[in-house]
């Protein structure tokens, strides 16, 4: 037991090790000058990091709150809502505003989802993420819509579909985007103190409300606090879908319980795993890929695997 113990706290050592070396290679990769390093790559570092942070510490707290491993905010539709309202916002051209759109379009989502959820006053885990589902299927459609009447702008709405971490920040953007960045990770902060209530939260609404946790005020206000973070990466990143679900996964191979622990874990490992997904996404062609086809790559047999998993 204590052999296991350690080979598991030598392989956290190795992977965090591991993330320091993807970050100085994805600064330093191809020797570039210092102002590539300062204008490119340090803003392109940071919205990876901040993408894959996000994506993987809320699919970390859903997957537990909702006692379903497939859980993410992809397959909640959150996703495909903060995009679809980036993209009207985009196409009108108020690009700047888009990460408002976007945390309007994940509002407007989580509520839809949330009011399809609740069956005669009772909030119903499952039809949660059949209501997410169709959410998701419903404003892809709208996108859809969107890209054939607006051909002109098939570039902005594809680099929000597939993922787009090479967004070029003008001065004035980039201080929006600290700006948000900087919210976002007092949210996720935040979140992180809750894990003790999300923990008592998953045994069961009976048990945690006898515990003096106020079910449905905590899952509210969880669901519109990641609804907020959601939109604003979406509108700068784009869909960047499996991210959510399979870097819980993965962490709760090392870590089987105790959500502060998978969900400071899954932090690092989402941002990491995204970095690395990007790297491979410039480089493994003489043409860069969108991230989201990368994701997507590893994350399907992942899911098909899950689903095989849970059938069993």
Same mark, same amino acid.
């Given at each position: 037991?204590?052999?296991?113990?350690?080979?598991?706290?030598?392989? /956290?050592?190795?992977?965090?090790?591991?993330?320091?070396?993807?970050?100085?290679?994805?600064?330093?990769?191809?020797?570039?000058?210092?102002?590539?390093?300062?204008? !490119?790559?340090?803003?392109?570092?940071? /919205?990876?990091?901040?993408?894959?942070?996000?994506?993987?510490?809320?699919?970390?707290?859903?997957?537990?709150?909702?006692? *379903?491993?497939?859980?993410?905010?992809?397959?909640?539709?959150?996703?495909?809502?903060?995009?679809?309202?980036?993209?009207?916002?985009?196409?009108?051209?108020? &690009?700047?505003? +888009?990460?408002?759109?976007?945390?309007?379009?994940?509002?407007?989502?989580?509520?839809?989802?949330?009011?399809?959820?609740?069956?005669?006053?009772?909030?119903?885990?499952?039809?949660?993420?059949?209501?997410?589902?169709?959410?998701?299927?419903?404003?892809?459609?709208?996108?859809?819509?969107? +890209?054939?009447?607006?051909?002109?702008?098939?570039?902005?709405?594809?680099?929000?579909?597939?993922? *787009? /971490?090479?967004?070029?920040?003008?001065?004035?953007?980039?201080?929006?985007?600290?700006?948000?960045?900087?919210?976002?990770?007092?949210?996720?902060?935040?979140?992180?103190?809750?894990?003790?209530?999300?923990? &008592?939260?998953?045994?069961?609404?009976?048990?945690?409300?006898?515990?003096?946790? *106020? !079910?449905?005020?905590?899952?509210?206000?969880?669901?519109?606090?990641?609804?907020?973070?959601?939109?604003?990466? !979406?509108?700068?990143?784009?869909?960047?879908?499996?991210?959510?679900?399979?870097?819980?996964?993965? !962490?709760?191979?090392?870590?089987?319980?105790?959500?502060?622990?998978?969900?400071?874990?899954?932090?690092?490992?989402?941002? &990491?795993?995204?970095?690395?997904?990007?790297?491979?996404?410039?480089?493994?062609?003489?043409?860069?890929?969108?991230?989201?086809?990368?994701?997507?790559?590893?994350?399907?047999?992942?899911?098909?695997?899950?689903?095989?998993?849970?059938?069993?």
């Amino acid at each position: 037991m204590a052999g296991r113990t350690m080979k598991k706290i030598l392989i /956290l050592i190795l992977w965090l090790l591991i993330g320091v070396g993807i970050i100085i290679a994805y600064l330093t990769l191809g020797k570039p000058d210092t102002n590539i390093i300062t204008q !490119v790559r340090i803003p392109r570092l940071l /919205l990876t990091l901040f993408t894959g942070m996000a994506l993987a510490g809320i699919g970390s707290i859903y997957q537990l709150m909702l006692a *379903n491993p497939l859980a993410e905010p992809y397959i909640l539709g959150i996703s495909s809502g903060s995009a679809f309202g980036s993209i009207l916002l985009g196409i009108s051209g108020l &690009i700047i505003l +888009m990460p408002v759109g976007g945390f309007i379009g994940a509002g407007f989502t989580m509520l839809l989802v949330w009011k399809l959820a609740h069956q005669k006053g009772r909030f119903d885990k499952s039809r949660l993420l059949i209501a997410g589902v169709i959410a998701g299927m419903f404003f892809s459609a709208g996108i859809s819509l969107i +890209m054939y009447l607006h051909q002109q702008d098939t570039a902005l709405i594809l680099g929000t579909l597939m993922g *787009n /971490l090479g967004h070029i920040f003008t001065k004035g953007e980039w201080t929006s985007f600290l700006i948000l960045m900087g919210l976002s990770l007092i949210i996720l902060i935040y979140l992180f103190f809750q894990s003790t209530a999300i923990d &008592i939260l998953s045994c069961g609404d009976l048990y945690a409300a006898s515990l003096g946790i *106020n !079910v449905l005020s905590l899952r509210r206000q969880i669901f519109i606090l990641t609804s907020i973070v959601i939109g604003i990466s !979406v509108s700068y990143a784009g869909i960047i879908g499996f991210v959510g679900l399979i870097i819980p996964h993965i !962490v709760r191979f090392f870590i089987p319980s105790g959500q502060k622990k998978i969900y400071l874990l899954s932090l690092w490992s989402g941002g &990491i795993f995204l970095l690395a997904c990007d790297l491979l996404a410039k480089h493994i062609l003489s043409m860069e890929l969108p991230v989201g086809i990368i994701t997507a790559f590893i994350g399907c047999p992942f899911f098909m695997w899950l689903l095989l998993k849970k059938q069993g």
